[in-house]
């Protein structure tokens, strides 16, 4: 037989799909529960305040006078650094007149690319164990991330065998030491989570997310304080299976349990997300920059940072186990 096949045919044509495949997550949650403000400056600064204990001995004479006075406590002035985040690319001009699969511009698809690849970038700097610096002319700024504030209410691996974990340290409201790191980490359980609440709710706070990465976010899932899942099915379909957790019942309030990808896998964090959010100077854009060649160039920049509007509001399970 002389059958001639596709494997000798010449000029075949390829078949490659209209769509880019990109399985890469772009969700941030942190970002996406918490608030935003703009800010002016490199350095921006914010206050604090506290009320007095309450005072169950407050019984005053009728007709008294007033012949002592409280001292008036002042404010605290806290601060934080921005920090600039940028993406670049140069793209051959050739290539805006070429047929491409999948997209019509490659300008447009990097474009577009980048600025997602800066929202994870954010989303990972904001939350990180990273005090603040305020750089020079040979060093990029910092800001001080969402690990090196929660100090009040965290709970660390001080148990350790090895190098044992200590909370960040605050100096009047600032942080000036970050979280020390355990040598030996320790599985995350429901009793170190209550401490944690209790801690919070005696100090003001009301958190409403459960924050953690995918380890521990499955450990919580089968935390007694877990609410039951219901799931409605009609008799001509098949059942579903329900193995998350969403909401955590706590003493003081119901928890959203969120996964996120992007934040510290040892950390789980319990956040009051009123006091919590993103300071932008410069919004995310995107720049044209000088054409030298026969190319294209783009600069898609930001420039942000975290401000605590108070972090006794939240706490943090640090040390966690991650497998």
């Not at 975290?306 to 186990?321: F, H, I, P, R, W």
Request: charged share 20%; hydrophobic share 40%.
């Amino acid at each position: 037989m002389n059958t001639f096949t596709s494997h000798s045919a010449v000029g075949i044509r390829e078949d490659l799909s209209n769509v880019i495949y990109d399985v890469s997550p772009e969700d941030t949650p942190f970002m996406s529960n918490i608030g935003e403000v703009s800010i002016s400056n490199v350095l921006f600064e914010w206050q604090q305040d506290s009320l007095a204990a309450a005072d169950g001995s407050n019984n005053q004479i009728d007709g008294d006078d007033v012949s002592s006075f409280t001292a008036v406590t002042p404010t605290l002035r806290i601060n934080n650094r921005t920090n600039i985040s940028r993406k670049v690319f140069i793209i051959a001009d050739n290539l805006e007149f070429v047929d491409e699969a999948g997209r019509a511009s490659e300008i447009a698809y990097q474009t577009v690319k980048a600025g997602k690849e800066l929202k994870r970038d954010m989303e990972t700097i904001l939350m990180a164990n990273v005090k603040a610096d305020g750089g020079g002319t040979g060093s990029a700024r910092k800001c001080c991330g969402l690990s090196s504030w929660l100090a009040t209410n965290s709970v660390s691996n001080t148990a350790s065998s090895g190098t044992a974990g200590a909370n960040p340290v605050l100096t009047s409201g600032i942080p000036t030491t970050i979280q020390t790191e355990a040598t030996d980490q320790r599985a995350i359980t429901e009793d170190i989570l209550k401490s944690v609440l209790k801690n919070c709710y005696d100090n003001g706070g009301n958190p409403s997310v459960l924050m953690a990465g995918s380890f521990n976010k499955q450990t919580i899932s089968s935390f007694s304080g877990i609410a039951a899942n219901r799931f409605q099915v009609k008799a001509a379909e098949p059942g579903t299976i329900i193995g998350a957790a969403d909401i955590y019942v706590s003493d003081f309030g119901e928890l959203s349990v969120v996964p996120n990808r992007f934040q510290p896998t040892r950390n789980v964090f319990a956040l009051d997300t009123e006091y919590w959010a993103m300071a932008t100077l410069r919004p995310m854009s995107v720049k044209e920059l000088a054409k030298t060649g026969d190319a294209e160039k783009r600069l898609a920049i930001v420039e942000f940072s975290l401000m605590s509007k108070n972090e006794q509001a939240s706490g943090a399970v640090y040390d966690c186990t991650t497998a």
